[in-house]
C-alpha cells in the first residue's frame, strides 16, 4: 500500500496560479513515475502531467506552457505549478504514484476551481 497526501487546491481567479502537492509514503528507490491526471464533471479523467525518477516530463497538450511539475525525490513529494489558469481547468485533480515492481496508487483528489 502507499499513503498519499494531496494537497494545495481551491477557488482562484481566471488568470491565477495555484500549486498542488503530493506526497507519497515510499521512498524514490520504489517510486517510477508520479503526476497528475483531472477529471471534469462529466467528462473522462485526463493526464495533466506526469514525472519519472529520472526526471522525464510529460503534459497533456491543454496545459503545456502553463503547467510545470517537478519532484523532490528526498521528500517523495511531487509538485503541479499552475499558471494562468482558465475556467476550464476547473476539475478534481488525482495524484498518481507508480510503484519500480508492481502497481499504481491514486490520491483521494483535491478540488480546482478557477472562477470569478
Known amino acids: 500500500q502507499v499513503q498519499i497526501v494531496e494537497s494545495g487546491g481551491g477557488l482562484v481567479q481566471p488568470g491565477g496560479s495555484l500549486r498542488l502537492s503530493c506526497a507519497a509514503s515510499r521512498n524514490i528507490f520504489e517510486i517510477s513515475t508520479m503526476g497528475w491526471y483531472r477529471q471534469a464533471p462529466g467528462k473522462q479523467r485526463e493526464l495533466v502531467a506526469a514525472?519519472?525518477?529520472?526526471?522525464?516530463?510529460n503534459y497533456g497538450d491543454s496545459v503545456k506552457g502553463r503547467f510545470t511539475i517537478s519532484r523532490d525525490n528526498a521528500k517523495n513529494t511531487v509538485y503541479l505549478q499552475m499558471n494562468s489558469l482558465k475556467p476550464e481547468d476547473t476539475a478534481v485533480y488525482y495524484c498518481?504514484?507508480?510503484?519500480?515492481?508492481?502497481?499504481?496508487?491514486w490520491g483521494q483528489g483535491t478540488q480546482v476551481t478557477v472562477s470569478t
Open positions: 514525472i519519472t525518477n529520472g526526471g522525464y516530463t
Open positions: 498518481i504514484v507508480e510503484l519500480v515492481v508492481k502497481g499504481a496508487y
